[in-house]
């Protein structure tokens, strides 16, 4: 192997350091705490920052109290912003509890804002139709777009669970019309 390719393989802090990074390198260098980031920009907003970040912890609910396949409405970040929590019964993307199939995602849809009440579909384990303008969302697979006008996931709250208790913990993705999500 030459010199010439050695430099460029490297990704230590010598000297000597070709001006490549690392895959591991570019992800530390994008996180800001931790976090996430995804630009978006939006005509008459500027740009938008889309993460997965931590934000105040909240109790939801009991994971006794779920039954596979029986939304329950949760407030989260703030007393404005409705989700969804729900046991899927089939293991999902961001899953808690003993069987990783407890999520819980956002409610508005990103693509107008519509609220999807009444809209989890428990044969595919998705959300949607969208009554608005259809759009369908994978819950087990955080909540990404399987059809519709929707071009961004759904957002997913961030859930753990201490002795049964579940707790929202942050947000994957930005909350339709907001520019950070606490508002
Ligand atoms: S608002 Fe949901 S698809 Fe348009």
Do not use: K, Q, T
């Given at each position: 192997m030459s010199s010439e390719f050695k430099i460029l393989e490297t990704d230590s802090?010598?000297?000597?350091?070709?001006?490549q990074l690392s895959r591991r390198r570019f992800l530390q260098a994008a996180g800001v705490g931790g976090a996430t980031l995804a630009m978006l920009t939006v005509p008459g907003c500027g740009t938008l920052m889309a993460r997965t970040a931590r934000l105040p912890s909240k109790r939801l609910a009991s994971l006794a109290d779920l039954e596979v396949d029986k939304p329950v409405t949760v407030m989260y970040p703030d007393p404005k912003s409705m989700c969804m929590l729900v046991k899927l019964g089939v293991p999902a993307g961001g899953g808690v509890g003993p069987d990783g199939d407890v999520v819980a995602f956002s409610m508005s849809c990103p693509h107008m804002g519509m609220t999807m009440i009444g809209a989890y579909n428990a044969k595919h384990k998705g959300m949607g139709p969208?009554?608005?303008?259809l759009s369908r969302f994978d819950l087990t697979r955080y909540g990404i777009v399987v059809s519709g006008h929707a071009t961004q996931s759904l957002p997913q709250v961030l859930l753990e669970v201490k002795e049964g208790e579940i707790y929202a913990t942050g947000l994957r993705g930005l909350l339709y019309g907001r520019n950070g999500n606490l508002g």
């Open positions: 802090d010598g000297e000597g350091r070709a001006c969208c009554p608005s303008h």
